[in-house]
């Protein structure tokens, strides 16, 4: 039986007034590829960022490799290197080089020995295409390549756990497949992922489990095959009816 990784009881977020998240419960298996679908506004991109530790909560628990997080600043430090994030907005340091991007986590928070660390980062990069971008700067990249950095600099930190939000969604048609092709290589690979996307025919070929949103709590959690082909919820039939896949 796969050991659970993450787990989430009863997730409650507001904003102000404004319930986001209204008793969220989940959990991801090792290995596990977890794709969160939803509306605009249904909470996506709030609850990923509370397993990041971006966001407080109000009430809830959240258990990480069996254990209970303490839900403080200075313990989300820790676990943010265990827990990674990739952003839609990249959040690359335009100062610094591809290679000094990915060098500074594992150099500063994680103290590790920088030619080792150095040698991991240049086969991320040649791995997802961009090992001749190790001198360039981010202006130089384009948007494609930027979240293909952004994809190495999470997995060079060693993750249990990936979080995706919404990364190819500010880039052309054409640089979302090369993006998406990274991703699909780190399913195969067995990588724990949980990914907000509106891609869907992505979603279909990747998901193990697909989760649906809406108005702040999981309305469906099936295969994708349930989701896609065996669909009765008419909330969902709705929001798959009105995109174009």
Not at 43 to 48: C, E, Q
Not at 110 to 129: C, D, F
Not at 142 to 154: D, F, L, T
Not at 171 to 178: A, G, K, Q
């Amino acid at each position: 039986m796969s050991e659970t990784v993450l787990e989430v009881k009863n997730l409650h977020k507001k904003f102000g007034e404004t319930e986001i998240l209204k008793g969220v419960d989940l959990s991801i298996q090792q290995g596990e590829v977890l794709v969160l679908l939803g509306a605009s506004g249904s909470g996506k991109s709030t609850l990923l960022r509370t397993l990041n530790g971006l966001e407080t909560i109000e009430q809830g628990e959240i258990f990480f490799q069996g254990n209970k997080l303490t839900l403080s600043e200075k313990a989300w430090e820790k676990h943010r290197t265990e827990i990674g994030m990739v952003f839609q907005s990249y959040e690359l340091f335009p100062n610094m080089n591809v290679l000094e991007n990915l060098l500074l986590g594992p150099l500063k928070v994680q103290k590790r020995e920088r030619k080792s660390v150095e040698k991991v980062a240049l086969e991320l990069l040649e791995r997802v295409g961009l090992r001749e971008k190790a001198s360039s700067y981010p202006r130089e990249l384009s948007g494609g390549q930027k979240q293909r950095v952004a994809i190495v600099r999470a997995l060079i930190m060693e993750p249990q756990l990936l979080l995706f939000d919404e990364i190819t969604a500010s880039l052309d048609p054409e640089m979302v497949r090369e993006v998406l092709l990274v991703l699909q290589d780190l399913a195969k690979e067995g990588k724990t992922m949980l990914i907000v996307t509106h891609e869907m025919k992505f979603a279909r070929l990747v998901a193990d489990r697909i989760i649906f949103m809406d108005e702040g709590v999981i309305i469906a959690e099936q295969s994708a095959e349930e989701f896609f082909d065996k669909q009765e919820n008419p909330r969902i039939l709705n929001f798959l009816n009105s995109l174009d896949f």
